[in-house]
């Protein structure tokens, strides 16, 4: 989703995970406001207001209106990373005949953690 400052124009992208079903502020990475917003389902279904206060979500990355990236500590959200748990563990997979992978086997409830965003295919409440 995009962002566009009504005071300054800058683009603040807001990732679609974190901001999805959203309610609460976020800060304008190029002149600093607050911003009120509320989206559902990946729309915004109201706002953007001026607020005060702190953010509750930056945005993940932004744009002045000349097309220079906007990104650093206190402006945008670090980039997400990968869970601890998961790095650098081979995971079990089954082989047909030829040697081809044909499934991941055997998956665990652990296994599917963030493969699915269910809040996504659920829609809002
Ligand atoms: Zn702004």
Same mark, same amino acid.
């Given at each position: 989703m995009l962002?566009t400052?009504?005071?300054?124009k800058? =683009?603040n992208?807001?990732d679609p995970y974190?901001?999805? !079903?959203?309610? @609460?502020? +976020?800060?304008?990475?190029?002149c =600093? =406001?607050?911003?009120r917003l509320?989206t559902?389902n990946?729309?915004?279904?109201s706002? /953007?207001?001026a607020?005060? @206060?702190?953010?509750?979500?930056?945005p993940g990355f932004?744009e +002045?209106?000349a097309?220079?990236?906007?990104?650093?500590t206190?402006?945008?959200? /670090?980039a997400?990373?990968a869970?601890?748990?998961t790095?650098c563990?081979?995971?079990?997979i089954?082989? !047909?005949?030829r040697? !081809?992978v044909?499934?991941g086997? /055997?998956? +665990?409830k652990n296994?599917?953690?963030g493969?699915?965003?269910?809040f996504?295919?659920? @829609?809002? =409440?």
């Open positions: 962002l400052c009504p005071s300054c800058t =683009k992208f807001l974190p901001f999805w !079903n959203f309610k @609460g502020t +976020t800060q304008c990475a190029g =600093k =406001k607050i911003w509320e559902s990946g729309a915004c279904v706002g /953007p207001e607020a005060s @206060g702190t953010a509750d979500l930056l932004a +002045t209106p097309y220079e990236g906007i990104s650093g206190g402006l945008t959200r /670090p997400p990373r869970q601890k748990e790095v563990k081979p995971k079990a089954k082989r !047909n005949v040697g !081809n044909i499934a086997y /055997p998956l +665990t296994d599917l953690v493969s699915r965003a269910k996504m295919v659920a @829609g809002a =409440k």
